[in-house]
């Protein structure tokens, strides 16, 4: 079975940096797309970043682009998320997913896997 595990979330002031990490056990990572995803309290889960393991091509929410860059470690079968320029609107649940067929990155439902998500604060 496949697990997720997110770590690296935390309390960072506005401007700061994070580097989320998603630990995949019980499947080679290197055959899956991967993707982050994001929830605030009373909003729906939204997309953030995803890398699609058959091209590599890497894919971001404008709220995003040219702050988060989403990366992959295959030999630590590891997914990460590393956070720049950090701004309030930033805070909330990470989740990381990774899923076998992906054809539509930003959507939930394409991943098969999820973790249980980290907890991202950015203060202002």
């Known amino acids: 079975q496949v697990q997720l595990v997110e770590s690296g979330g935390g309390l960072v002031q506005a401007g700061g940096s994070l580097r989320l990490s998603c630990a995949v056990s019980?499947?080679?990572?290197?055959?899956?797309?991967m993707g982050w995803f994001r929830q605030s309290p009373g909003k729906e889960r939204e997309f953030v970043a995803a890398?699609?393991?058959?091209?590599?091509?890497?894919y971001y929410a404008d709220s995003v682009k040219g702050r988060f860059t989403i990366s992959r470690d295959n030999a630590k079968n590891t997914v990460y998320l590393q956070m720049n320029s950090l701004k309030p609107e930033d805070t909330a649940v990470y989740y990381c997913?990774?899923?076998?067929?992906?054809?539509?990155?930003?959507?939930?439902?394409?991943?098969?896997?999820w973790g249980q998500g980290t907890q991202v604060t950015v203060s202002s």
């Open positions: 890398r699609k393991w058959t091209n590599s091509r890497t």
């Open positions: 019980g499947r080679a990572l290197s055959s899956y797309s």
């Open positions: 997913a990774v899923g076998s067929v992906v054809a539509i990155p930003a959507e939930a439902n394409e991943y098969d896997y």
